[in-house]
């Protein structure tokens, strides 16, 4: 079951869902405005990289994301202003921004879910499928979170020792850690 923008406010305000910094004016009818945080991973082309290993040392290099211009077909890492915390009963999904999506800006690839325990900032993973240049700007709204409540709540959150949670905690463009 989605929650409503009451129910976000609510399990807001009794420490439930955590979200740091909260803005009740970024809540939606049934979602919570995200902002685009001070900086951005970016990639070099052509570089060739092993999921299973360890990443190259040179594999990418941090930038202010303020006027970054990011290019037909980049991908990069970026993350949210927010941290955010979530109890063992709710999850929550990200999605884009209708308006970036329409000018080809999409902000996940595949790591849209968030787990139910999960601690920490939002990796982006920003790609642009358009055919011009799109400026991002550190505090833009980038995305939005969708909560879910669960039936139960699950019997080992994200976090729980032996599960592997490798992103728990995270702060600022986390990179991706090698699959076991």
Do not use: C
Not at 49 to 60: E, R, W, Y
């Amino acid at each position: 079951m989605l929650l409503s923008d009451r129910d976000i406010i609510d399990e807001t305000k009794a420490g439930r869902i955590g979200v740091e910094p909260f803005d009740p004016a970024r809540v939606q009818p049934a979602s919570l405005d995200v902002l685009l945080g001070p900086t951005l991973r970016v990639f070099p082309r052509g570089a060739t990289v092993d999921p299973f290993g360890p990443l190259p040392s040179d594999l990418s290099r941090e930038v202010p994301t303020d006027g970054y211009v990011v290019s037909p077909g980049e991908f990069l890492l970026g993350s949210t202003v927010e941290t955010l915390s979530l109890p063992d009963d709710i999850a929550a999904r990200l999605e884009g921004r209708s308006t970036l999506g329409r000018l080809g800006l999409t902000v996940h690839v595949t790591a849209g879910y968030i787990d139910h325990g999960f601690r920490g900032q939002i990796t982006l993973e920003i790609a642009n499928l358009g055919p011009w240049g799109l400026r991002l700007r550190a505090g833009q709204p980038i995305g939005q979170l969708v909560f879910e409540r669960m039936s139960s709540p699950v019997e080992r959150p994200y976090g729980s020792p032996g599960l592997g949670s490798r992103y728990q905690g995270q702060s600022g463009p986390t990179l991706a850690r090698p699959l076991r």
